[in-house]
């Protein structure tokens, strides 16, 4: 690769890292309603003193729109705003609390951050709190009249307080409305679809894509290991980095785990070694290195969809697994969920071979990578929904679908040796249950399509 493969491995770096960064402040409630906050203040800092510079240039048919009273009555309107809206705030949040409870009961814990980083709570939080904020700040300008001073009543002010309060009963109602079409499974399902399907795209857009000849390992005393500090689920790894610290020291550089695997503090990230047979480093190089490679890895208590395919893969398999329980005892989730699960499959069959190196401008490997595997991502597809769901008629035979489905889409070797291997095992899961003739029978008939399906790609 040349230089210009270097900076196409240094963008896709950083689009991963801010699309990481964009998850993780979207999935928090305080950013948007504490800016909404300082916005506030700041406009009601500003529009008494901009009330009181215009208020005699003002057009009478505009000033019979502002507020007309005196400075009791704008205290009670800004009052009467300020204590409803608090109010209206602790329901929200109150609401929400309870929405959360009742999605991590009804579907899975971990779908709470798609639950989370909706717009529309977000938005209304912003809005009660901000006029909330701004009705408190306005009400210190109200001021009484004397015999020296005339009654200061910013009239736009309290005027524009009362089109926020308007703007947040409309924000309630559509809260509301939002909150029971947020609450349905499918409405869930959809969410965790389409943001898995955003991080397909995204992987797609930033990996390297055909096959690199990896260079073979060296002798196992030349080879060191460079240990996380702390543990926690990897959610980014900075490969431009790690490309320019293999460069500088002349290493290799191999990746140990994929994006949302758990490491444990003292166990190893990554795999490195010296390119050069007489290099020798001595301790102190050696800590360094070994603390670059680690600070190019993000661990974070918990898994994201930024980049993590498998989480998306996980949070579906999480609410068909649920849904099958005996307390749930709803298949028919399961098998809405299992459609979701086939389409994801289908996308991630589609993509092109992920290069496993990244090279210099010389073109030798500097970092070996650890790529996402679609054997291992249909394994977390199929396992837990065969386990759980083999007695039920309906779940087998949709089962036996996704795997016609996917091995439609399935390209390459491993991808159709994968899918074949599959339908053996929901084969043998369903040959101990008690099914009667004529339900075996159709389940023959599935698993014959599904395995034709793979070698008929003839609409490809």
């Avoid at 309107?77 to 109150?94: D, E, K, M, N, Q």
């Avoid at 339900?439 to 070698?455: G, I, K, M, N, P």
């Amino acid at each position: 690769m040349s230089e210009a493969s270097t900076q196409s491995a240094r963008r896709s770096s950083l689009r991963r890292w801010i699309a990481t960064l964009r998850e993780s402040i979207a999935t928090e409630l305080w950013p948007l309603p504490t800016l909404f906050i300082i916005v506030a203040v700041a406009l009601g800092i500003i529009l008494p003193l901009v009330d009181r510079a215009i208020d005699s240039s003002l057009a009478p048919g505009f000033k019979d729109l502002l507020f007309a009273g005196g400075p009791e009555s704008a205290r009670a309107v800004l009052s009467a705003v300020a204590g409803s809206l608090i109010t209206a705030t602790s329901l929200t949040f109150s609401l929400t609390i309870v929405a959360l409870q009742l999605a991590s009961s009804q579907a899975s814990p971990r779908v709470l951050r798609t639950f989370l980083k909706n717009r529309t709570v977000q938005w209304t939080l912003a809005v009660f709190v901000s006029t909330f904020a701004y009705s408190l700040t306005v009400l210190r300008t109200v001021q009484d009249g004397s015999d020296s001073i005339d009654p200061i009543v910013p009239r736009l002010a309290v005027t524009l307080a009362s089109l926020l309060t308007l703007a947040s009963v409309a924000m309630l109602v559509l809260f509301l409305a939002h909150l029971a079409r947020q609450l349905r499974i499918e409405t869930t399902m959809r969410q965790v679809y389409v943001e898995t399907s955003k991080t397909i795209d995204l992987v797609a857009s930033t990996m390297a894509t055909g096959r690199t000849e990896v260079p073979d390992w060296p002798p196992a005393e030349r080879i060191e290991l460079s240990l996380a500090t702390r543990s926690g689920f990897i959610r980014l790894t900075d490969r431009s980095r790690l490309l320019t610290i293999a460069i500088k020291n002349n290493l290799v550089i191999r990746e140990e785990h994929a994006v949302g695997h758990h490491v444990v503090d003292g166990t190893p990230l990554a795999r490195w070694w010296p390119r050069g047979a007489l290099q020798h480093l001595n301790d102190d190089e050696r800590d360094e290195i070994n603390h670059a490679i680690a600070g190019a890895v993000d661990l974070a208590y918990e898994r994201t969809a930024s980049q993590d395919i498998g989480f998306g893969i996980l949070q579906l398999v999480d609410i068909t697994a649920r849904a099958l329980s005996p307390g749930v005892n709803d298949p028919t989730t399961a098998v809405h969920t299992l459609g979701h699960v086939s389409a994801i499959l289908c996308a991630l069959a589609d993509l092109p071979i992920q290069s496993t190196g990244l090279t210099d401008d010389d073109d030798l490997v500097r970092v070996i990578i650890k790529t996402h595997d679609f054997v291992s991502l249909l394994e977390i597809a199929m396992t837990q929904p065969r386990r759980y769901g083999s007695s039920d008629p309906g779940v087998v035979e949709r089962l036996f679908q996704i795997l016609q489905e996917v091995g439609y889409r399935a390209r390459r070797p491993e991808q159709t040796a994968a899918v074949l291997q599959q339908i053996e095992r929901l084969e043998a899961s369903v040959a101990g249950e008690s099914y009667d003739y004529v339900e075996r029978q159709r389940f023959t008939e599935l698993a014959d399509a599904a395995r034709a399906a793979t070698s008929d790609h003839r609409w490809l």
